[in-house]
Every structure is written in C-alpha cells, then in structure tokens.
C-alpha cells in the first residue's frame, strides 16, 4: 500500500514539476515570441490605446508622430511628415490586423509603446490611471543629406547607403522607388489593406528598401577584397602583372577581357587605379575561393549586418550567393568561377549598405563597425533610456595593409577610374573610391553600375541599376559617381555637426 501511494506521490510531483517547468518556458523564455505572434490579439488591441512615441531625425525633424482621431476604437493614427523621404526607415504602423507595422515601427515597436523591459512604463502608467506613452526613437540620419541622396539619385532605381566610418551611425539610406507611409496609416485602418496591395503590386515593389534587401553583383567595386586579400599575402601595390587584353580560363575554352577591349596590367596599384579585369581575375585565382571567402567574411559577408530594421528588409552579402538560401560554401568556385568571382561577377552578391561598410573599414584603417540607425531612446519626459555605442572590430587586417590599400583607392579617385567624378578635394589625398560596373547576366539589360567613396567623417556606396538613364552607356564613375559625390560633400560642408 505504502509502495502505491509513493508510486501516486511521484507521478504528481513530476506532473508539478512539468507544469511548473512549462509555466516558465511560457512567461520567460518564449513570452516575446508569444507576444509577437501574428495570432495574439491581446497585445494589438492593448496597443491600439497607447500614444507611440515619436521618432526624430538627427536635426530632430520629427519623421514618426502618433495624433488623436476621434474613433474611439482607433484612438491614435501615425503620421509621416517627410513622407517617402524616410518612408523605408521609419515604415508604417496602421491600427490594423492586416497591414500591422514595417521598418522601425515595426522591429522598435516595443521602445514606441514602452514594453520594452528595460525602458517599460505602461504598467506603472495603468496603475496610476495615466494615458500610456511611448518612448521616443533619436536617428543617426540627417533630412538633409537624406534628401541629398533622394535628389542626385531621382528618378533611377537603386540605393544610397552613407555611414560615418568613425562610428557605424548611417547618415542615409535610400532607394528608389519608395513609398509615403501616410498612404497606408491614413483614413479607415480597415480598409488599409488597399493602399497596401497598391504598393506591393506596383513595378518594382516600392516597400522594399533596396539598400539593405537587395542583392546586387559588385562589379569592380569587390577588387577591393581582392587587393586587400592581395596585400596581407605576398603581393605589394608595386606587384606586377603582365599587359594583357584578354585571359584565357583554365578548363574551359572561353576567355576573360577588359572593359573597352582594352589592354592593361603593371603594378596592383595601377591594375587598381584603371580597373584591370584580367590582372584581378589572374589574382584572384592566385589567391583561391578559400583565401577570398575569408576576407569577404572579415569585412562582414555572410553576417547580419546588425542594423535595427526588421529581419525581413535585412539580407547578408556572399562571396557564394545560393538564391532562397543564403550564402555558400566558397570552396565549391571554380577556378574560372574564381577568375569571375574576383571582378565581382559569378555568385558575388551585396548590399548597397555591406559597400559603404567596406569603404567606411578602408576609411578607418581596416577597422569594421557595425552599422545602426537609433542614436538613442528617450522616455516621454525626454529622460534618456538608452544611448547607442559604436561596436569596432579588431582591426580585420593589417596597419600596412590598411596603409597601402587606403592609398591605392585614393589614386583612382585621383588619376584613375574615379578622376571623372571631379571630386574638389582629391588633389589633398583624403578621398578614395572604386567604381564598378556588373553585368546583370540576364540578356539584353544593361548593367548595374556602383561607385564607392570614403572621407575622414563619411563613407558612400551607390548602386544603379541597370545604369540609370545612360543604359548601357553607363559606367559607374559617370553614373553613380556624381551621386556619391553630392552625398559625400554635402556631409562634409556639414562636418561641423555630424
């Protein structure tokens, strides 16, 4: 009897114990992931009554405010007063179980309606009787060189990604085409869905925000990561390589050539400078995938870059771009795919934002920093909660490589590739760049073309695609050059205060 009764004793204290320990893994381990679900009304009716907090611009233009409407259901409705200047940023939030929220309204929702543990204050306000506020976001972004970037870019697709190389803090980041977020958060939150479907069925899917969600081949922009590979090995600025005109591939019967046909070679610094394409694809298969792959990982391919947007406007850049997947294994490139690879070509794939990230590391002697867009949160009073500090890596290669490579991009912007964009301050050695232009490998369509840029306090990647108005004419220093070039001088006439 006693036996059974110890038995009955067990089995209960083990069904407590279960029930205790799911008890937990409810209210602790997974009550974000609970809290979020798509399925959880309760937290989407308990927002509906709460004043979310204002996000501001750098200069503290207000990009995000909540004002009153007179449905009682809907008490508050956001407003966008830049509209699509910052539209990708700050996303939408619509009272609504359809639309819901996009960009910072939606990954920095808890701050806005102060749930956030470490800055949670609604409960404090329920309990006294006050009308919850939510906390306010501060970016890193400035108006005016956002809407620098918006002009010089126009009507072309592609992106704008400027970070300060000092920091990490993005200084813009656009894309066209965009959208105004005011079309989906205004009028009746149920009928949202419409200006919603409108966007999403419209050419070119204005809501994505190209800069940080879209995969692009580099072009000759990526023999950056070669040159550094290059130069932590054996090789020198002053290696040399024989002129060519053409490479021929090994194992295939086709052959490599330079822009224009032309011929080129000499010294790393000057394939560099004039772009050689048969000097970086002889390089590159010097060098091997593997060696290639690990620096393209050091400058940040393959990882999240760790900007506050949601997971879904974020991609990570490959070396070995798999579509649907992610990134490869480099070890599977060929050696022609290297020889491609090593251009920019084959399976290389960025973001707009990953190249300004390897400008700003080049601008800050080899130095990467992740990049963010919240300088700080404040709760309603204006008490600050939290403020953002800039997160450096060790340095990812060495200072006499950060010295050689630093100058080497500094002479194509000089005398090389770059000298057409006419940057004013070149002749003093404090800018750099590399221009690109990447075919797209779909027949007919004219290539992307890129230019990347760096100054002591601003680093630029600009991507347009399919070259802009110039089509197949373009070329990255006559396309996308003046637009870097307008964003970098406009953060430097403003270095006073940024």
């Not at 800069?211 to 072009?219: D, H, K, Q, S």
């Amino acid at each position: 009897m006693n036996a059974a009764i110890r038995r009955i004793t067990l089995v209960l204290a083990l069904a407590l114990a279960a029930l205790f320990v799911n008890l937990n893994v409810v209210q602790l381990v997974r009550s974000e992931e609970l809290t979020d679900h798509p399925r959880n009304d309760r937290a989407f009716l308990r927002n509906l009554g709460i004043r979310r907090g204002e996000i501001l611009a750098a200069d503290g233009a207000v990009l995000a405010e909540s004002v009153r409407t007179k449905d009682d259901r809907f008490p508050w409705r956001r407003r966008y007063p830049l509209g699509d200047l910052f539209g990708h940023i700050t996303g939408y939030y619509a009272p609504s179980r359809i639309c819901r929220s996009s960009g910072l309204e939606d990954s920095m929702s808890a701050y806005l309606t102060g749930d956030q543990p470490e800055t949670a204050q609604n409960f404090v306000d329920e309990l006294l009787g006050r009308e919850p506020d939510g906390n306010v976001l501060k970016l890193t972004i400035d108006p005016a060189v956002q809407r620098v970037a918006a002009r010089a870019l126009g009507d072309q697709g592609g992106s704008v990604a400027a970070l300060d190389p000092r920091t990490g803090a993005v200084l813009a980041l656009y894309s066209t085409p965009t959208y105004n977020p005011n079309s989906i958060s205004r009028g009746n939150p149920d009928e949202c869905g419409r200006a919603l479907n409108r966007l999403e069925s419209t050419e070119g899917n204005p809501l994505r925000l190209r800069a940080t969600a879209e995969w692009y081949p580099p072009g000759s922009t990526f023999k950056i990561l070669v040159s550094a590979t290059a130069l932590q090995g054996r090789y020198s600025p002053s290696s040399s390589f024989p002129f060519r005109t053409t490479l021929n591939l090994p194992d295939t019967d086709r052959t490599l050539g330079n822009f224009g046909g032309s011929s080129c070679g000499g010294s790393l610094a000057s394939a560099l400078r004039v772009s050689c394409n048969t000097t970086f694809a002889e390089l590159g298969m010097a060098l091997g995938p593997k060696r290639l792959g690990t620096m393209a990982d050091r400058f940040g391919f393959g990882a999240d870059p760790g900007i506050e947007l949601p997971d879904v406007s974020v991609i990570p850049s490959c070396f070995v771009a798999v579509p649907g997947v992610g990134c490869g294994d480099p070890a599977t490139v060929s050696r022609p795919g290297t020889a491609y690879s090593s251009i920019g070509q084959q399976d290389v794939r960025v973001t707009a934002l990953q190249m300004a990230m390897v400008a700003a590391t080049v601008s800050s002697s080899g130095i990467l920093r992740q990049p963010y867009l919240v300088s700080a949160i404040e709760d309603p009073t204006g008490k600050p909660l939290i403020e953002t500090e800039p997160r450096p890596s060790d340095r990812i290669y060495s200072r006499k490589t950060a010295r050689e490579l630093k100058q080497m991009m500094i002479d194509v912007v000089r005398s090389g590739t770059g000298a057409v964009v006419g940057f004013q301050e070149a002749s003093r050695g404090i800018i750099g760049g590399k221009t690109g232009t990447a075919q797209t490998g779909i027949p007919g369509e004219a290539p992307h073309v890129w230019f990347v840029a760096f100054a002591p306090n601003v680093a630029v990647a600009v991507v347009v695609e399919n070259g802009g108005n110039l089509a197949d004419a373009a070329t990255g220093g006559r396309v996308a050059g003046p637009i870097a070039k307008a964003v970098l001088e406009r953060v430097r006439s403003m270095r006073g205060r940024l």
